[in-house]
């Protein structure tokens, strides 16, 4: 590397002398031998060499070329006046250092939810495979899911695959000596590891032989965060037992360290092979069942085929494998339809490098959302840094016209320019790549420990190095280029002439700079307040219920090796224990979480006059006390009893609650009392469960929603688990001691799911909505500081430059009044066309919010009008400072000016 | 003041520094000697454009250069050929030797 040169060119230098000398020396020694003089030898010695200065220079551009010689002269001599100009440098360089560390910090953010690739051998050849029709099968889990029995068979198609894996998320009660801990899992096919191309810090991993007869390999391998962080890298951790929901399974191995699975948001500390799914799942018999979809399957391509071209070649025989599958024994009897449909299905090939993530679902748009508020916020503070060097530049004007008198070219002086621009950009990113970290973590913070926190991290790596060195270097450019174009232009002789009172050509270019800024920021700030509305309206609305005393925790005991039996009666001990409890006031049962957006729900068949079937219905089953407990009012008929939990003539209920949206969508005004529903939609449903009552509407899944639902009663011995709500007296602290204690005395190793107030699950739901509200909010805050010290900036200059002006309209008998308004005319212009622009700009900018918003519109005149209406009274204010001194000029002084 | 001289060829004083160089070791005045000898007195080399070239080449990792005691008790700077200056040396001479057999096949042609 050439550049290297520079840092040891003092070396450099003093070996050149030393040589050059040696060479004078001997030449000249050598010429008097022949008889000259040693003044004439010296001068012919001199002659030969051309000029002992031109050597050196020639030499120094064979060490740094020309062009990278004169720049770290430009750089150098940058520094030294930046050093001279303190206030300027400082604002320059932390407007920099926001807008650099901001866009890095959220960069960081949508690199490693979005964009970046698996830490697995050859990520870009990974494709997710996915089910287009029906499966004609029931499934539980997040997206894209399949069966075990087609990932085996998807192996076999090696004309396009060079292996297929499967896996499947859970979680599971993992005990490494002490208490159980619900702990993440991966359940996998014995093709995951060799198909990722991961490697074992420790051990072995799994393979093909661990996945074969079910329940015959009790194995399981480690992640390497868990292992360092929960077993402290104990040596001996390979051969260890451990207790997967009270199964004794052995350690044979922990994973390379950066590998975290192939799901961003779902980071597991072990891997479990699907033959032992059984164990993993409690009461899960169908690993081989052809019709039950629960894992995502994803395909390494072989490397010359696309995902198009396998797709269509796997065609013919998926189709085949679909006519086989209907004649298997135990295909489900479906109509006609279905199976018209089922037939149809086809396979869709995605790429799939950063592997398969409902986080990245979630996050994806709202990261972008903030991504390009950062890319606003950065223009501006680019904005800034280029209106700061004109500023700068008008007052350096002398000193660069006398240097283009002096025959500095105008393509050196811009140069001059850009390494100011350059130098203070790359100050400022280190700044921010400095500060980012921090930003990272207070942001990561917003997200709910359980839901992805654990996956992000705040680290620096060098892709984000990289990323904040190209956006430093651009916004340099950026910044030092329109005043490099504006000097660069500039007409020589009239600057060196000009007097303070004569109008500067950088005016324009500044207002120019001025009104933009106005823009970004009034585009930020408008959708700062549209976020705010969306958070302060969901907030307002609630979810139906009253939150405050309500506090929830879910307990499993299948996976702690209870029975169905045993665990209703584990949770009638717990029910009584906390009602007999003084801290608590009632509390409630419910098999599917409030609020988490899960649900469970399907379509239903409803026998009223005549039969209907119904589109997705969320459907919960509850324990009487649940309505009551949250304070959830009955609009018609009667709440469950002890009556209806009775599991007498089988496991299926033979009552049910449905909300008012339910009877209003699908009953239409007639009472729906009485009325007949049932669970499924084809033909062989038989509508046998009386609906008994109505429930006013609250919200089930999130706060956004707005569903119809239907309740089942908890039937005694059917669950395997549940979610206990609890309206507790007096201190939340206490109620969770007492409840704690029941627990433990109930069952000391049962482990709680979680334990919070409802309020805190409220916010929860709305992590999404209140990083928006608060980042974008926090972006339109530093905008608006921004673009005010830039107006502040440009009206002094231009006041004053036209003191003299004003001064002698004052002279003329103008009154203050108009002197300020002639100051804050122009003030007023830019004020008026950045918010035109703006306006414009947010309107079609609406579409990119639009999905994030609740009960507003991306043109939400009210947001609009409060946005403009702030900016315009911040920004009138920053200009009448300077118009009011304007205004308090005193004529005489004002004349004698210059 | 000098004969008359061809100026020399535009690239070849890489070449000949590196073929001076691959009989030994030399300093900057020694190569200027060698070059001055060889050519006798035919070629016209400017001795200012020696010191840009050496450290070109020695930039390009085909030159090393060491400090050592010269003939004369004093201290000067050695240049020797790196294993790639020797590669790059024979590039250019069967290269120069092309041309120079190309440039000879022309005027051969023109003299029939």
């Given amino acids: 590397m050439r550049l290297l040169n520079w840092f040891h060119r003092g070396n450099l230098e003093r070996g050149l002398d030393r040589e050059l000398v040696y060479h004078m020396d001997r030449r000249v020694s050598d010429l008097m031998l022949s008889g000259l003089t040693e003044q004439d030898a010296r001068r012919q010695a001199r002659l030969e060499l051309g000029g002992l200065a031109q050597v050196r220079e020639e030499v120094r551009d064979v060490w740094l070329t020309r062009w990278m010689r004169d720049f770290v002269h430009d750089l150098r001599f940058s520094a030294r006046s930046f050093f001279h100009s303190p206030s300027f440098t400082v604002t320059a360089v932390v407007s920099l250092a926001l807008g650099i560390g901001a866009t890095t910090a959220i960069y960081s953010l949508v690199d490693q939810v979005i964009l970046h690739a698996l830490p697995v051998r050859q990520p870009d050849r990974l494709v997710l495979i996915d089910w287009k029709g029906d499966q004609a099968a029931n499934g539980f889990g997040s997206w894209n899911l399949m069966s075990y029995p087609i990932c085996r068979d998807l192996e076999r198609q090696d004309r396009f695959f060079d292996g297929v894996l499967c896996r499947a998320a859970t979680t599971v009660n993992l005990s490494i000596g002490g208490e159980p801990k619900a702990t993440a899992a991966e359940i996998v096919s014995g093709s995951y590891f060799s198909v990722l191309g991961v490697t074992q810090a420790a051990g072995r991993l799994i393979d093909s032989g661990d996945d074969g007869t079910s329940g015959a390999n009790p194995v399981v391998v480690l992640s390497y965060d868990f292992w360092t962080t929960q077993l402290a890298s104990a040596p001996d951790v390979v051969g260890r037992k451990v207790l997967v929901n009270q199964h004794p399974m052995t350690v044979i191995g922990v994973a390379a360290p950066e590998f975290r699975g192939i799901d961003v948001g779902e980071v597991p500390a072990l891997w479990i092979p699907a033959s032992m799914s059984g164990q993993a799942i409690p009461g899960f018999k169908n690993q081989l069942d052809r019709r039950t979809r629960w894992m995502q399957v994803l395909g390494r391509l072989k490397p010359d085929v696309t995902p198009a071209q396998a797709q269509v070649g796997l065609q013919p025989w998926f189709k085949a494998m679909l006519d086989e599958d209907t004649r298997r024994a135990g295909f489900p009897r479906i109509t006609a339809e279905r199976r018209k449909r089922f037939l149809a299905s086809t396979l869709e090939l995605t790429a799939a490098p950063q592997g398969h993530s409902p986080l990245r679902r979630r996050m994806a748009q709202p990261l972008w959302v903030l991504f390009a508020a950062t890319g606003v916020l950065l223009g501006l503070a680019c904005l800034n840094v280029a209106g700061l060097f004109l500023a700068r530049g008008s007052a350096r004007e002398r000193e660069i016209s006398t240097r283009l008198a002096l025959g500095a070219s105008r393509s050196r002086i811009g140069r001059q320019f850009l390494a100011d621009g350059i130098l203070l950009a790359l100050t400022g990113g280190l700044l921010g790549v400095v500060s980012a970290p921090l930003a990272m973590r207070t942001l990561i913070a917003f997200v709910p420990r359980d839901a992805a926190a654990n996956a992000l991290h705040s680290t620096i790596d060098s892709r984000l190095l990289l990323f904040a060195f190209a956006v430093s270097a651009a916004s340099g450019i950026l910044s030092g280029f329109v005043p490099a174009l504006q000097f660069g232009r500039g007409a020589l002789i009239s600057s060196l002439r000009e007097r303070g009172g004569a109008r500067s050509g950088g005016v324009v270019l500044r207002k120019a700079i001025v009104t933009a800024q106005i823009a970004f920021t009034l585009i930020l700030v408008i959708g700062a307040a549209l976020f705010v509305r969306t958070l302060t309206g969901l907030l307002a609305k609630g979810p139906g219920f009253a939150t405050s005393s309500l506090v929830y925790f879910g307990i499993d005991p299948i996976r702690s090796g209870y029975s169905r039996e045993e665990a209703s009666r584990l949770m009638r001990r717990i029910q009584d224990g906390i009602r007999a409890s003084r801290s608590t006031e009632a509390s409630g049962v419910a098999r599917v979480v409030l609020l988490t957006g899960g649900s469970w729900n399907n379509p239903m068949t409803i026998q009223a006059r005549e039969r209907m079937v119904t589109g997705d219905i969320n459907l919960n089953a509850v324990s009487p006390e649940f309505f009551s407990t949250l304070g959830i009012g009955m609009v018609a008929g009667r709440g469950f009893d002890e009556r209806d939990t009775r599991a007498e003539g089988g496991p299926n209920p033979r009552v049910a609650i449905v909300n008012e949206a339910f009877a209003r969508r699908y009953l239409g005004g007639r009472s729906p009392l009485g009325a007949l529903i049932c669970e499924g939609s084809g033909p062989d449903a038989k509508p046998n469960v009386e609906i008994i009552g109505v429930v006013a509407d609250f919200r089930y899944r999130g706060l956004r929603e707005q569903s119809e639902q239907a309740y089942f009663p908890i039937l005694e011995g059917t669950e395997t688990g549940g979610n206990f709500y609890v309206k507790v007296r007096g201190t939340t602290d206490a109620a969770f001691q007492s409840i704690r204690t029941v627990i433990r005395n109930a069952d000391p190793a049962l482990p709680m799911l979680y334990f919070r107030t409802m309020d805190e699950q409220v916010n929860r739901s709305l992590v999404t909505e209140r990083i928006l509200a608060a980042l974008v909010g926090g972006f339109g805050t530093l905008a608006l500081l921004l673009s005010l010290v830039g107006l502040y900036g440009v009206m002094s200059f231009v006041t004053t430059q036209r003191t003299r002006e004003i001064g002698i309209r004052l002279a003329l008998g103008a009154t203050r009044g108009s002197a300020i308004w002639m100051v804050l005319r122009d003030a007023l212009i830019m004020i008026a066309a950045g918010t035109a622009i703006a306006l414009c700009c947010a309107a079609a900018l609406g579409r990119l919010v639009e999905s994030q918003l609740f009960g507003v519109k991306p043109t939400d005149p009210l947001a609009m009008a409060a946005a403009t209406l702030l900016l315009t009274i911040a920004t009138l204010g920053a200009a009448l400072i300077p118009a009011y001194r304007a205004s308090t000029v005193n004529p005489v002084d004002a004349l004698r000016f210059d | ?112």
Avoid: C
């Fill in chain 2, 1 to 112: 003041m000098p004969p008359a001289r061809f100026p020399i060829p535009q690239g070849t004083l890489d070449m000949l520094i590196l073929q001076i160089l691959s009989l030994e070791p030399a300093h900057g005045y020694g190569i200027a000697r060698r070059l001055e000898q060889i050519s006798q007195a035919v070629v016209q080399v400017n001795q200012g454009s020696l010191y840009p070239a050496l450290h070109r080449l020695e930039q390009k990792k085909w030159l090393q250069a060491e400090w050592k005691q010269s003939e004369t008790g004093r201290e000067a700077k050695f240049y020797s050929l790196t294993s790639s200056g020797r590669r790059q040396l024979a590039v250019e001479r069967s290269s120069w030797a092309r041309l120079a057999g190309a440039v000879q096949l022309i005027f051969a042609e023109g003299n029939e």
